[in-house]
């Protein structure tokens, strides 16, 4: 048993963000014992240049800050990502802004975007060793109604810092962030920050990649790959937490406003990633996100066009071991079906 799991009930006693705060510094600290090296060639890939040792990150908002980045890989992600990080330090949503739904293993929350801000993290990245892979996710001051020039601020800070740039358009706790995605806008947005990706850092480097939301019509969904395309941005993550309450909620917890992330997210997100890749057709990579708890589940993904896949909701309910023993998993199910490498077995479900 590990200290995470041990550790586990009585965080789950402490309000969300004082257990979070606590993990952190449990993880700046040292105190958690890192995750076996797992030596698993079917799991490694190559992707933008970059060698990923297995596919399961770490999604965006459990590391806001940068503070981590290197400690959550000790755990056994194939890959991190820092943020969301805005231009200026802001503060976020009142508390209570994060909500446990203990019977749907589901988390909300509006959290809103609350970070040091781009100065302190750059810092933060600009001392790491630069040993694995750590991507950056983008977003906007609540309050600035330029959100290009933010997306742009973010994009020349940290390409030089960072393996991949994600431009996430899809948090539901920023007024007219998801607007974002619409056609025109998102078009504009993507321009200008593979404009300044590219004045910042050499050709091929700090791949940009798009995170959206799971609630779009077939026209969105169609507009965004259109758009992607026709920008020439790197890759796609799909997807960001919903507004959506499904029915079959349980919790007290359920009518909290935010985004809902964890198990309730999983067939949402999976048919928008299988959707998508459809359209995407091989032209570029997908990570799969949204209520990954196991290896099926992380598997299913990959089937469904994934070449990557990231979890974040999972940990609250089952601890860091869950990071290797997905991995573990995931390899016997990639062995049994006859793959010799996770790369044959992205889309094979499409
Ligand atoms: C507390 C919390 C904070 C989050 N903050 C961010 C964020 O800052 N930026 C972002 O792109 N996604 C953020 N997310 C969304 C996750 O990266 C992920 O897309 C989503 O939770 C679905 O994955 P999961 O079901 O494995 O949690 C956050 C999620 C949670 C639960």
């Known amino acids: 048993m590990g200290l995470y799991t041990f550790a586990g009930p009585i965080m789950r006693l402490l309000e969300p963000e004082t257990a979070h705060g606590l993990a952190i510094k449990a993880l700046k600290c040292g105190l958690l014992p890192k995750a076996k090296p797992l030596n698993e060639p079917v799991l490694a890939s190559t992707l933008w240049g970059l060698n990923f040792v297995n596919p399961i990150g770490l999604a965006a908002g459990f590391d806001k800050n940068g503070e981590v980045p290197d400690a959550m ?11 969301s990080v805005t ?155 919903t507004i959506e309450r499904p029915d079959s909620l349980k919790s007290e917890h359920k009518g909290e406003g935010g985004g809902l992330s964890g198990q309730p997210l999983f067939e949402a997100s999976s048919l928008v990633l299988r959707e998508i890749a459809t359209q995407v057709d091989g032209r570029f990579p997908l990570i799969g996100v949204g209520g990954i708890s196991n290896a ?25 071991e869950l990071v290797s023993e997905i991995n573990k998993g995931l390899a016997e199910r990639l062995k049994a079906d006859g793959f010799k490498n996770i790369s044959e077995a992205v889309g094979a479900n499409l």
């Not at 890989?73 to 943020?83: D, I, K, M, P, Y």
């Not at 977003?139 to 997306?151: H, I």
């Open 73 to 83: 890989l000790t755990q056994g992600f194939g890959f991190s990502e820092v943020g």
């Open 296 to 320: 099926d589940q992380a598997y299913e993904k990959i089937r469904n066009g994934a070449s990557l896949v990231q979890l974040y909701s999972a940990l609250i309910y089952g601890g860091f």
């Open 87 to 241: 231009p200026q330090p802001q503060p976020g949503n009142p508390k209570p802004r994060s909500f446990r739904l203990l019977e749907d293993k589901a988390i909300i929350n509006r959290m809103g975007f609350n970070n040091d801000g781009l100065d302190v993290v750059t810092e933060r990245l600009s001392a790491r060793a630069r040993k694995g892979i750590v991507g950056a996710n983008l977003g906007k001051n609540k309050n600035q109604e330029d959100a290009v020039a933010d997306y742009v601020a973010g994009t020349k800070a940290l390409a030089g810092l960072s393996d991949y740039l994600v431009i996430n358009v899809s948090s539901p706790n920023t007024p007219g962030l998801r607007a974002l995605q619409n056609k025109d806008q998102l078009a504009e947005l993507l321009h200008a920050v593979l404009v300044a990706r590219n004045e910042t850092v050499e050709k091929g480097k700090a791949p940009l990649l798009l995170k959206v939301a799971p609630d779009l019509t077939d026209e969105d969904k169609t507009d965004i790959v259109a758009v992607a395309i026709e920008t020439g941005i790197d890759g796609m993550i799909v997807s960001n937490t």
